[in-house]
């Protein structure tokens, strides 16, 4: 696990609000339905960053637990979530926070579950968790595929010696997401019915958005000065000579399990 790329995102918890997408609202009823939940039942998140996931969960109904280990991000997710009674926030990363056991309906992690130490994540969730209860974990994946800018997008971080690495959005290897959701639950104790769900949809950012984004992506953090500005104004100047905006078409990708 690199604590450097895990506990980044707090140096630009403001920009992180600002230019993060939140996620489908269909996502959220897919969570709820699946899990047979309903207003009053409690839900815990795993790495709530500025709130953007917590708030769809709080919007029906459900009493929300939200974990967040840097104390930048929960101070932005108090000041959203200010007008939810019905959310709680405590800095704290999910490895040491203790549940008093088979508490929740719902454990839910948005863009945050690969951050959490694979050894400990599905044993705390199933602790939490009351049985027949559902974890869900998902992210938001730009899907480069079907990006009208893929190609000059690859050129500008090749050119910017960013090309095929951890920081380059275009590597496979690079993308957030899970590529063997139903054999991991299969190596889990104590979930069954696993399911991948995929939502489809788009976004328009113009050049300042879009490079305000990379902003905040992890590996771009922990880049030196020198690199991220090379890097950004490779970018800014792709999407310039497009006309200055361009749409970014994304996968959101649910995984589903239920505690046994």
Not at 8 to 25: H, I, K, N, W
Not at 62 to 81: G, I, K, T
Not at 131 to 146: K, M, R, S
Not at 173 to 183: E, F, I, V
Request: glycine letters at 10%; a negative charge; aromatic letters at 10%.
């Amino acid at each position: 696990m690199d604590d450097r790329r895990r506990l980044s995102f707090g140096s630009v918890a403001e920009l992180y609000d600002r230019s993060r997408p939140s996620y489908p609202e269909a996502l959220a009823d897919d969570v709820v339905e699946f899990a047979g939940a309903g207003p009053g039942d409690r839900a815990l998140e795993v790495g709530a960053g500025t709130g953007k996931a917590t708030v769809l969960f709080a919007e029906r109904g459900l009493n929300v637990a939200a974990l967040e280990p840097s104390a930048d991000m929960a101070a932005v997710a108090r000041r959203n979530l200010t007008a939810y009674g019905n959310v709680t926030i405590e800095e704290t990363e999910f490895e040491r926070w203790r549940p008093d056991g088979g508490e929740f309906r719902i454990v839910f992690s948005g863009q945050a579950w690969h951050w959490v130490a694979p050894e400990v994540r599905y044993v705390r969730a199933r602790e939490a968790l009351v049985t027949g209860g559902a974890l869900a974990v998902f992210w938001n994946i730009p899907d480069w595929d079907a990006c009208e800018l893929r190609e000059e997008m690859r050129t500008a971080y090749r050119r910017s010696g960013e090309g095929d690495g951890t920081g380059d959005p275009l590597n496979p290897g690079a993308q957030p997401g899970h590529d063997d959701w139903p054999g991991d639950i299969a190596a889990a104790s104590g979930f069954d019915g696993a399911e991948v769900r995929l939502f489809r949809w788009s976004s328009t950012y113009t050049t300042q958005e879009y490079v305000d984004l990379l902003g905040t992506q992890s590996a771009n953090l922990v880049m030196t000065g020198a690199q991220r500005e090379r890097l950004e104004a490779d970018i800014a100047s792709v999407i310039d000579t497009a006309g200055g905006a361009f749409e970014m078409p994304y996968l959101t990708q649910l995984c589903l399990a239920r505690a046994s």
